[in-house]
Protein backbone atom coordinates (compact mmCIF):
# COMPACT_ATOMS: atom_id res chain seq x y z
CA UNK A 1 0.00 0.00 0.00
CA UNK A 2 1.37 3.01 -1.33
CA UNK A 3 1.48 6.17 1.94
CA UNK A 4 3.10 9.75 1.50
CA UNK A 5 3.85 11.39 5.06
CA UNK A 6 4.57 14.92 5.37
CA UNK A 7 7.06 16.16 7.96
CA UNK A 8 8.44 19.16 8.81
CA UNK A 9 8.75 21.98 11.50
CA UNK A 10 4.89 23.19 12.59
CA UNK A 11 6.68 26.97 13.60
CA UNK A 12 8.36 29.38 11.49
CA UNK A 13 9.62 32.74 11.72
CA UNK A 14 9.12 34.81 9.12
CA UNK A 15 11.46 35.56 6.54
CA UNK A 16 12.99 32.53 7.36
CA UNK A 17 12.98 29.53 5.06
CA UNK A 18 9.91 26.74 5.45
CA UNK A 19 11.25 23.37 4.97
CA UNK A 20 9.23 20.03 4.36
CA UNK A 21 9.69 16.28 3.62
CA UNK A 22 7.73 13.93 2.35
CA UNK A 23 8.54 10.45 2.74
CA UNK A 24 7.24 7.24 0.32
CA UNK A 25 6.38 3.92 1.31
CA UNK A 26 5.46 1.42 -0.36
CA UNK A 27 6.09 2.28 -4.02
CA UNK A 28 10.34 3.45 -5.79
CA UNK A 29 10.04 7.21 -6.26
CA UNK A 30 12.42 6.04 -8.66
CA UNK A 31 9.77 3.73 -10.63
CA UNK A 32 7.85 7.08 -12.06
CA UNK A 33 5.30 9.31 -11.21
CA UNK A 34 5.51 13.26 -10.96
CA UNK A 35 5.69 14.06 -6.90
CA UNK A 36 4.19 16.79 -5.96
CA UNK A 37 3.21 20.20 -3.25
CA UNK A 38 -0.31 21.75 -2.76
CA UNK A 39 -0.92 23.68 0.11
CA UNK A 40 -4.51 24.85 2.01
CA UNK A 41 -4.88 28.39 3.46
CA UNK A 42 -6.77 27.96 6.74
CA UNK A 43 -10.46 27.63 5.58
CA UNK A 44 -9.68 28.26 2.47
CA UNK A 45 -9.32 26.72 -1.21
CA UNK A 46 -6.20 24.74 -2.84
CA UNK A 47 -3.24 26.18 -4.43
CA UNK A 48 -1.10 23.68 -6.33
CA UNK A 49 3.10 24.56 -5.30
CA UNK A 50 5.15 22.42 -8.09
CA UNK A 51 5.65 18.94 -8.40
CA UNK A 52 9.14 16.95 -9.49
CA UNK A 53 9.54 14.15 -11.25
CA UNK A 54 12.23 11.59 -10.22
CA UNK A 55 14.44 12.83 -13.17
CA UNK A 56 14.51 16.33 -11.21
CA UNK A 57 12.32 18.17 -13.72
CA UNK A 58 10.39 20.36 -12.16
CA UNK A 59 7.45 22.94 -12.61
CA UNK A 60 6.38 25.58 -10.08
CA UNK A 61 3.87 27.69 -9.79
CA UNK A 62 4.56 31.21 -10.88
CA UNK A 63 2.41 32.79 -8.51
CA UNK A 64 5.26 31.89 -5.66
CA UNK A 65 7.38 33.97 -7.15
CA UNK A 66 10.52 32.14 -7.14
CA UNK A 67 10.88 31.18 -3.55
CA UNK A 68 9.66 27.63 -3.99
CA UNK A 69 12.32 24.73 -4.17
CA UNK A 70 11.43 21.02 -4.95
CA UNK A 71 14.03 18.40 -4.99
CA UNK A 72 14.45 14.67 -4.69
CA UNK A 73 16.07 12.06 -2.79
CA UNK A 74 16.00 8.97 -4.63
CA UNK A 75 17.83 6.71 -2.27
CA UNK A 76 15.60 7.61 0.58
CA UNK A 77 12.88 8.18 -1.39
CA UNK A 78 11.70 11.05 0.16
CA UNK A 79 11.21 14.48 -1.69
CA UNK A 80 11.03 17.97 0.04
CA UNK A 81 9.30 21.81 -0.24
CA UNK A 82 11.65 24.83 0.56
CA UNK A 83 9.90 27.73 0.56
CA UNK A 84 12.23 30.67 1.39
CA UNK A 85 11.39 34.33 2.77
CA UNK A 86 7.91 32.43 4.56
CA UNK A 87 5.63 35.45 5.40
CA UNK A 88 1.93 34.91 7.47
CA UNK A 89 0.62 34.45 3.87
CA UNK A 90 2.47 31.15 3.86
CA UNK A 91 0.58 29.64 7.16
CA UNK A 92 -1.19 26.34 5.50
CA UNK A 93 -1.85 23.18 5.39
CA UNK A 94 1.08 21.71 3.27
CA UNK A 95 0.07 18.31 1.82
CA UNK A 96 2.43 16.41 -0.23
CA UNK A 97 1.24 13.99 -3.01
CA UNK A 98 1.81 11.18 -5.79
CA UNK A 99 0.67 12.45 -9.40
CA UNK A 100 -0.31 11.12 -12.58
CA UNK A 101 0.93 12.43 -16.03
CA UNK A 102 -1.54 13.13 -18.64
CA UNK A 103 -0.99 14.98 -21.98
CA UNK A 104 0.51 18.19 -20.63
CA UNK A 105 0.04 18.26 -16.94
CA UNK A 106 -1.26 16.00 -14.25
CA UNK A 107 -3.73 15.26 -11.54
CA UNK A 108 -2.97 14.31 -7.71
CA UNK A 109 -3.85 10.49 -7.72
CA UNK A 110 -2.78 9.90 -4.05
CA UNK A 111 -2.19 12.84 -1.06
CA UNK A 112 -0.41 12.76 2.17
CA UNK A 113 -2.35 13.22 5.70
CA UNK A 114 -1.03 17.19 5.26
CA UNK A 115 0.78 19.22 8.06
CA UNK A 116 -0.04 22.55 9.39
CA UNK A 117 2.80 25.20 9.33
CA UNK A 118 2.13 28.78 10.63
CA UNK A 119 4.73 31.36 9.61
CA UNK A 120 4.78 33.53 13.03
CA UNK A 121 7.30 35.41 15.30
CA UNK B 1 -3.76 30.66 -15.90
CA UNK B 2 -7.13 28.84 -16.00
CA UNK B 3 -9.47 30.02 -13.69
CA UNK B 4 -12.11 27.43 -12.34
CA UNK B 5 -15.04 28.38 -11.25
CA UNK B 6 -17.34 26.12 -9.14
CA UNK B 7 -21.38 26.97 -8.50
CA UNK B 8 -22.86 26.87 -5.84
CA UNK B 9 -20.99 27.72 -3.42
CA UNK B 10 -22.65 25.55 -0.90
CA UNK B 11 -25.57 23.42 -1.18
CA UNK B 12 -28.15 21.73 1.24
CA UNK B 13 -29.57 18.14 0.11
CA UNK B 14 -30.40 15.56 2.06
CA UNK B 15 -30.03 12.02 1.83
CA UNK B 16 -30.94 10.17 -0.93
CA UNK B 17 -31.13 13.52 -3.07
CA UNK B 18 -29.57 13.71 -6.65
CA UNK B 19 -26.77 15.96 -6.30
CA UNK B 20 -25.50 18.38 -9.16
CA UNK B 21 -21.96 20.36 -8.85
CA UNK B 22 -20.66 22.95 -11.58
CA UNK B 23 -17.56 23.44 -12.60
CA UNK B 24 -16.48 26.08 -15.29
CA UNK B 25 -12.90 26.59 -16.89
CA UNK B 26 -12.12 30.16 -18.54
CA UNK B 27 -11.04 28.44 -21.73
CA UNK B 28 -10.70 25.57 -23.30
CA UNK B 29 -9.40 22.59 -21.16
CA UNK B 30 -10.80 19.71 -22.99
CA UNK B 31 -11.31 16.70 -21.05
CA UNK B 32 -8.20 17.37 -18.31
CA UNK B 33 -10.62 17.61 -15.72
CA UNK B 34 -10.22 16.27 -12.00
CA UNK B 35 -12.94 16.09 -8.91
CA UNK B 36 -11.64 15.47 -5.20
CA UNK B 37 -13.73 15.04 -2.18
CA UNK B 38 -12.65 16.90 1.13
CA UNK B 39 -13.57 15.79 4.48
CA UNK B 40 -13.13 18.27 7.81
CA UNK B 41 -9.19 17.73 9.12
CA UNK B 42 -8.75 15.20 5.87
CA UNK B 43 -6.77 15.39 2.51
CA UNK B 44 -8.52 15.43 -0.66
CA UNK B 45 -9.62 12.38 -2.39
CA UNK B 46 -9.56 11.51 -5.84
CA UNK B 47 -12.77 10.56 -7.18
CA UNK B 48 -12.97 11.35 -10.93
CA UNK B 49 -10.30 12.11 -13.64
CA UNK B 50 -10.06 13.00 -17.29
CA UNK B 51 -13.52 14.39 -16.93
CA UNK B 52 -15.82 11.34 -16.45
CA UNK B 53 -13.92 8.19 -15.01
CA UNK B 54 -13.98 6.59 -11.73
CA UNK B 55 -11.16 6.55 -9.55
CA UNK B 56 -10.95 2.61 -8.51
CA UNK B 57 -12.99 2.26 -5.40
CA UNK B 58 -15.04 5.05 -5.65
CA UNK B 59 -18.87 4.32 -5.21
CA UNK B 60 -20.45 4.08 -8.65
CA UNK B 61 -23.46 6.81 -7.07
CA UNK B 62 -20.54 9.28 -8.57
CA UNK B 63 -20.18 10.65 -12.02
CA UNK B 64 -18.86 13.34 -13.93
CA UNK B 65 -19.90 14.50 -17.49
CA UNK B 66 -18.04 17.45 -19.87
CA UNK B 67 -15.98 19.05 -22.22
CA UNK B 68 -14.27 22.08 -23.26
CA UNK B 69 -15.50 24.29 -20.53
CA UNK B 70 -18.41 23.03 -18.79
CA UNK B 71 -17.88 20.24 -16.54
CA UNK B 72 -20.53 18.32 -13.70
CA UNK B 73 -19.96 16.02 -10.81
CA UNK B 74 -23.32 14.46 -10.32
CA UNK B 75 -23.77 12.47 -6.54
CA UNK B 76 -27.09 9.94 -8.00
CA UNK B 77 -28.72 9.64 -4.45
CA UNK B 78 -26.53 11.35 -1.75
CA UNK B 79 -25.31 8.93 1.28
CA UNK B 80 -24.40 10.14 4.70
CA UNK B 81 -20.62 9.68 3.89
CA UNK B 82 -21.02 12.14 1.27
CA UNK B 83 -21.21 15.44 3.10
CA UNK B 84 -17.85 17.02 2.41
CA UNK B 85 -16.31 19.49 0.05
CA UNK B 86 -15.68 18.85 -3.52
CA UNK B 87 -12.78 20.78 -5.77
CA UNK B 88 -12.37 21.00 -9.48
CA UNK B 89 -9.16 20.73 -10.67
CA UNK B 90 -7.73 21.44 -14.13
CA UNK B 91 -4.33 19.56 -15.64
CA UNK B 92 -4.60 20.95 -19.29
CA UNK B 93 -1.70 23.34 -18.78
CA UNK B 94 0.10 24.54 -15.99
CA UNK B 95 -0.29 26.73 -13.46
CA UNK B 96 -2.73 23.43 -12.15
CA UNK B 97 -5.47 25.47 -10.86
CA UNK B 98 -8.54 24.23 -8.55
CA UNK B 99 -12.69 25.52 -7.94
CA UNK B 100 -12.84 26.97 -5.19
CA UNK B 101 -14.78 24.37 -3.70
CA UNK B 102 -18.44 23.35 -3.68
CA UNK B 103 -19.70 22.08 0.34
CA UNK B 104 -22.41 20.06 0.62
CA UNK B 105 -24.26 20.21 4.01
CA UNK B 106 -27.17 18.22 5.49
CA UNK B 107 -30.41 20.09 5.09
Known amino acids: QVQLQESGPGLVKPSETLSLTCTVS?????????WGWVRQLPGKGLEWIGN???????YYNPSLKGRVTISVDTSKNQFFLKVSDATAADTAVYYC??????????????WGQGTLVTVSS | DIQMTQSPSTLSASVGDRVTITCRAS??????LAWYQQKPGKAPKLLIY???NLESGVPSTFSGSGYVTEFTLTISSLQPDDFATYYCQQYNSYPLTFGGGTKVEMK
Open chain 2, 50 to 52: KAS
Open chain 1, 97 to 110: ARMVEADHAEYLHL
Open chain 1, 52 to 58: IFHSGNT
Open chain 1, 26 to 34: GYSISSGYY
Open chain 2, 27 to 32: QSISNW
